[in-house]
């Protein structure tokens, strides 16, 4: 690696050295692996896993620093080992592919025996990646603000970065008309809000201004707000290049700090971000600005409530390097934090489970074809394998089950 990636990806540019805790590693890691659909193969030709010839193979490229990262923080040191080449997905297997087996099975690889022991080796999420006002800016802008250009080249032309919702006349799994499906999510959402000419919209989460836009069009009058400033920028052109700046205004500003009452609060996978010791502010905040009568919806990504009780404090992958600040929800979190601290509460449920790893999976072919314009941005060959680990460790999340993805409308207890 060059001098530039060791600075800019320091634990995956080193490989550790503790021998003890990578055999430790090595020990658990075929421990599991002799129980999934697929073959894990070694350079010395040594092949284990329960698939057969034909499954999803996992090559391990450079044992001993693979071991030695799994040793270190095996949540972070599995995913750093692919931004490192440490491990590949083998010729003709997908990598999506390759993780869905291991996504289906997270909760029962590790023996009952060693997961009580996984409260003496999670690391705590970073005091620094706290969701404070600061904190949170912080947060949003080392995601968001890393290129406009950069989620134009994967994206589709509305610049839509969320789950899409596919016309059921197809297949999900082979659908392709992502635009299409991003505007049906965006009006999904809209409706479940009732989002119509006149209304007093506030979007918390803007985006790149897609769904504000779509808000204008049926004559809305939007406030959309953000912490990235790449974001409102484009949006703001974006919104402008429309012709709707006398309907919809971009800001830049904490859903803590807007004031004002609206009919209609809509907010699309920004849940994900707030962090749990911040959830009561934020439903707080959508019941202290929904004028009375009015409807809020939000979409947002789920975990099992179990899953999410039991990897709730401790710092992972997707932490570290891709969303700082995240913690993904379940479905009775969110309906435990609105009974505690609003009026409002889940009335109706649509759920997209299926369409986000369609969305991914669209997503990733398109980052992976664009990667020469990406990489002509400055982007390096680690920052491609990070993001390819990204797209597909999420696409194997919901492709098994292990996230979901709900639009919710939210309205008022009747008294």
């Given at each position: 690696m060059t001098v530039s990636t060791a600075i800019r990806w320091p634990t995956a540019a080193t490989s550790p050295r503790a021998p003890l805790r990578a055999a430790i590693a090595r020990v658990v890691f075929e421990?599991?692996?002799?129980?999934?659909?697929?073959?894990?193969?070694?350079p010395d030709g040594?092949?284990?896993?329960?698939g057969p010839p034909a499954s999803p193979q996992l090559e391990v490229v450079r044992p001993a620093a693979f071991f030695a990262r799994l040793g270190r923080d095996a949540k972070i040191g599995f995913g750093e080992a692919y931004m490192a080449g440490d491990w590949r997905a083998g010729p003709g297997t997908d990598l999506a592919d390759l993780?869905?087996?291991?996504?289906?099975?997270?909760?029962?690889?590790?023996?009952?025996?060693?997961?009580?022991?996984?409260?003496?080796?999670?690391?705590?999420?970073?005091?620094?990646?706290?969701n404070t006002l600061d904190g949170s800016r912080t947060n949003i802008a080392a995601h968001y603000d890393l290129s406009n250009d950069l989620f134009a080249a994967f994206l589709d032309p509305t610049m839509t970065y969320s789950c899409a919702w596919f016309d059921d006349s197809e297949p999900v799994e082979t659908?392709?008309?992502?635009?299409?499906?991003?505007?049906?999510?965006?009006?999904?959402?809209?409706?479940?809000?009732?989002?119509?000419?006149?209304?007093?919209?506030?979007?918390?989460?803007?985006?790149?201004?897609?769904?504000?836009?779509?808000?204008?069009?049926?004559?809305?009058?939007?406030?959309?707000?953000?912490?990235?400033?790449e974001q409102m920028r484009l949006a703001c052109e974006r919104v402008e290049a429309a012709g709707f700046s006398g309907?919809?205004?971009?800001?830049?500003?904490?859903?803590?700090?807007?004031?004002?009452?609206?009919?209609?609060?809509?907010?699309?996978?920004?849940?994900?971000?707030?962090?749990e010791a911040y959830w009561p502010a934020y439903f707080a905040?959508?019941?202290?600005?929904?004028?009375?009568?009015?409807?809020?919806?939000?979409?947002?990504?789920?975990?099992?409530?179990?899953?999410?009780?039991?990897?709730?404090?401790?710092?992972?992958?997707?932490?570290?390097?891709i969303f700082p600040g995240g913690v993904i929800p379940s479905l009775q979190a969110i309906d435990e934090t609105l009974a505690a601290h609003t009026t409002l509460r889940v009335t109706h449920q649509r759920e997209l489970r299926a369409h986000y790893a369609r969305t991914l999976r669209l997503w990733r072919?398109?980052?992976?074809?664009?990667?020469?314009?990406?990489?002509?941005?400055?982007?390096?060959?680690?920052?491609?394998?990070?993001?390819?680990?990204y797209l597909s460790y999420s696409e194997a999340g919901f492709r098994s089950g292990y996230l979901g993805v709900s639009q919710l409308q939210l309205t008022r207890e009747r008294a």
């Open positions: 421990h599991a692996g002799r129980r999934v659909p697929v073959r894990v193969t070694y040594r092949v284990l896993g329960a993780l869905t087996p291991f996504a289906s099975r997270l909760t029962t690889l590790i023996p009952p025996a060693m997961q009580r022991l996984r409260v003496f080796v999670d690391r705590p999420v970073p005091h620094e990646q706290e659908a392709t008309r992502l635009e299409e499906a991003q505007l049906r999510k965006i009006d999904g959402i809209l409706d479940l809000a009732g989002v119509q000419a006149g209304t007093r919209l506030l979007e918390i989460g803007s985006g790149w201004g897609s769904l504000a836009i779509r808000a204008a069009q049926r004559g809305a009058h939007v406030t959309t707000i953000t912490l990235s400033h309907l919809a205004e971009v800001r830049v500003q904490d859903y803590r700090e807007v004031d004002g009452q609206y009919d209609a609060i809509v907010s699309v996978e920004m849940v994900e971000a707030v962090g905040a959508l019941d202290r600005l929904l004028a009375p009568g009015g409807t809020a919806a939000i979409q947002a990504i789920t975990m099992d409530h179990q899953r999410f009780l039991a990897t709730r404090r401790s710092f992972s992958w997707i932490q570290k390097y072919e398109r980052f992976l074809g664009q990667w020469p314009r990406i990489r002509a941005q400055g982007f390096d060959e680690t920052f491609r394998r990070m993001w390819e680990f």
